[in-house]
């Protein structure tokens, strides 16, 4: 702009041109009515659009989802340290450790209360179909209250009994109306693995991708239940530490009494463990990113075709623009502007069309999928920004609207 | 005053190497404010190419051409860009957006003048449609108009710039007699009544009697400078 201010002086009787702000507003006018113009190129760019919109929603929602869900467990524990197996990569996959580990947290000072989790999958049988499913069995010491789980406290006595187990709500719906009938006739036998146990209470906790459903049960019903497990060895432990202890020096000090044989991590240190094994570990991820590419490819190559047949149609008009003094910056600013144009009315309806997807797929699945506003920001940001490339790529064909070649 | 084009010695060719192709030759020319020259000669004598040069459509390669006032010779691209603003063209096909009211259209010629503004450019616009007689058809498109009165928009457009000169190919080789007829006496009407300078090109006969001036051209020179009866007898 200034450049050409500078040259003005030289140019007797020049027109002085559009300030930055007008020029870019003629431009998208300019954007927008040609756009209009042509109904079904519309429709069909921004159906190109919303279509990248929702296909980047859903695997950024799975995405999340399954972040998220992976360590609900570790966040509804109330610890403040953990002891694990170095081995265990998921905590759908625990290696044991040795009971013995638990007893020997208690010789540190700051070290409140030491309680063992047992972890494992068990079939359970629909009581509807008979149909058996693996569930993720929870056990611990239902006096500790080391879980933190909706509706568990109350049931702390119930769960003391032989055969009991609370079945978890937002269990998948393949493990049948186990909600339903409890809520019908209060406590009923089911079948875990080869043993009749008892629901006797609802908990709410969630599938995740490494766990269909979860049932929680105090420590000798889980022995009960998984029969092959040795009663020396424990999957996890959970320490609370005293008020006021420090965090990082108990750390240091139950790191100082243990054997290798044990890995002792902070909360957040676990969480962070369990989401580097579905980020790394698995393809999950990637898969996820890749999907979010894919979308967001196609959606650009619909967007170039739109802006580039219409660029191609129009060289005549461009090129006559041109004659007429049009810079090739501002008509490139005419053909961003129509990519910015489709990338916000793309958007818009793509964004509706996904949060219908994501509560339609949350229910189905279970799955914690909720479309916040900085999810919808970033987006929109990518969306944006596929336009924008999309939009620079056609801006390439302006150079064939030769003004030379009008006459 | 100035004349708003000063051609001296421009030579021009097209490719390059053994594909060089001269195709103007120390052409000399000036049309005088407010005149109207018609260029006419041969196909393939140059005339076209000698319009995009004064129209600043094409970047100048030998000689010198002076076009209101400002040197073409090795002008920048901004440059060009700047002055073309300030010229008039009206082409073989109007060229006119298909999306845009005939008003519109008009109004675009007045949009990268930053001193305008909306409703001064669609008031304007308005004005110069009903000059050219089409007061009752400015919010019609393109497509609903007939092709003489597409030609008058764009020689509304060509106008409302109030540019001091325009530059015209051929404008009435896709009319009827009747229609072209009247757009050229329409564009000659405005340009003296606004003291416009008009370099047209035509091999169209029929419309010689709007001229001031003819110039004749021929394999690239200009052979004939005069009256309609001196040059073509
Ligand atoms: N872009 C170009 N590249 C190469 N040669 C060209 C180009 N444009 C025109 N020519 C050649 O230059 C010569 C002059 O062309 P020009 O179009 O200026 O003639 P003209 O007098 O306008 O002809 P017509 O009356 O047919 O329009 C012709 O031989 C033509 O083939
Ligand atoms: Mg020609």
Known sequence: MNAMNDIRPALRGA??????????WLALRLAWRQLRSERARLAS????????????????GFRAALFE????????????????SPMTLASFRPETIPRVRVSQALGVEAVQAAVP???????????????????QLIGFDAEAGVLDLPGLSAMREALKQPDTIAFDTRSRPE???????????????????????????????????????????SEVNFRRAVRERPQALVDLAAIRLKPGADLLAAQAALRAIMPPDVAVLTQEELRRHELRYWEEATPIGFIFSFGSLMGLIVGMVIVYQILFSDIAGHLKEYAT?????????HLSRVVLG???????????????ASALLYSVVAEATFLPLSLGADRALTVFAMIFAMCAAAGLLAVRKLRDADPADMF | MENPVEIRDVTYAYGEGALRREVLRDVELRVAPGEIVILTGPSGSGKTTLLTLVGALRGLQQGSCRVLGHELAGAREAERVALRRRIGFIFQNHNLLGFLTARQNVAMALEMDGGTGEAQRLERAGALLGAVGLAEHTEKRPGQLSGGQRQRV????????????????????????????????????LARSRGTAILLVTHDPRILDVADRIVAMEDGRVVGDGSAQAVLG
């Open chain 1, 69 to 84: 869900s992976a360590t609900t467990l570790i966040s509804a524990m109330r610890a403040d340290l953990f002891l694990m």
């Open chain 1, 338 to 352: 129509a990519a910015g144009i489709l990338a916000v009315l793309g958007f818009v309806p793509g964004t509706i």
């Open chain 1, 15 to 24: 027109v002085p041109q559009p300030g930055f702000l007008t020029g870019s």
């Open chain 1, 117 to 135: 989790v047992y972890l494992a999958q068990a079939s359970f049988r629909n009581p509807e179909t008979g149909k058996r499913r693996m569930i």
């Open chain 1, 45 to 60: 760019a921004i159906a190109g659009v919303m279509f990248a919109c929702v296909l980047v929603f859903m695997q950024l």
């Open chain 1, 175 to 217: 493990f049948g109306p186990v909600a339903q009938i409890f809520a019908g006739q209060g406590p009923f036998p089911v079948q875990i693995g080869n043993r009749e146990m008892r629901v006797v209470g609802m908990v709410e906790l969630g599938s995740s991708f490494g766990a269909d459903g979860n049932a929680v049960l």
């Open chain 2, 154 to 189: 764009a020689v509304a457009r060509a106008l409302v710039a109030r540019p001091g000169l325009i530059l015209a190919d051929e404008p009435t080789a896709a009319l009827d007699k009747a229609s072209g007829q009247e757009v050229v006496h329409l564009l000659r009407d």
């Open chain 1, 321 to 329: 623009l041109k004659a007429m003094g049009y810079s090739n910056g």
